[in-house]
């Protein structure tokens, strides 16, 4: 049983920043790919960011972009996400996953990924 497990949610104000933990097993973290995914009460899973098994390429949400970091440390086997300019709409459970696959386009689809965290709630309040 593969675990990845989330840390660093919370509550949040507009205009803040925060930082989500992903925490993955060695084997899962050197050769995956690692993607955030959110959802929000009431709507469908989405792409969040992904970063690929070695950490050359890096996708974003276009909700995100501009706000958003993802980075691996791979001396902790954990990758990152940074989110700054905070806002009420980021309110959602966040999700870390790890997907084998080579497609661009799997990047942003949660079909595509093998394993999923537990989620970590993040509110931002305005």
């Known amino acids: 049983q593969v675990q990845l497990v989330e840390s660093g949610g919370g509550l949040g104000q507009a205009g803040g920043s925060l930082r989500l933990s992903c925490a993955a097993p060695?084997?899962?973290?050197?050769?995956?790919?690692l993607g955030w995914f959110r959802q929000a009460p009431g709507k469908e899973r989405e792409f969040v960011a992904a970063i690929s098994w070695n950490g050359g390429r890096t996708y974003y949400a276009d909700s995100v972009k501009g706000r958003i970091t993802i980075a691996k440390d791979n001396n902790k086997n954990t990758v990152y996400v940074q989110l700054s300019s905070l806002k009420p709409e980021d309110t959602a459970v966040y999700y870390c996953?790890?997907?084998?696959?080579?497609?661009?386009?799997?990047?942003?689809?949660?079909?595509?990924?093998?394993?999923w965290g537990q989620g970590t709630q993040v509110t931002v309040s305005s």
């Open positions: 060695e084997r899962i973290f050197s050769r995956y790919v």
């Open positions: 996953a790890a997907g084998s696959f080579f497609s661009s386009s799997s990047y942003f689809t949660p079909d595509a990924y093998d394993y």
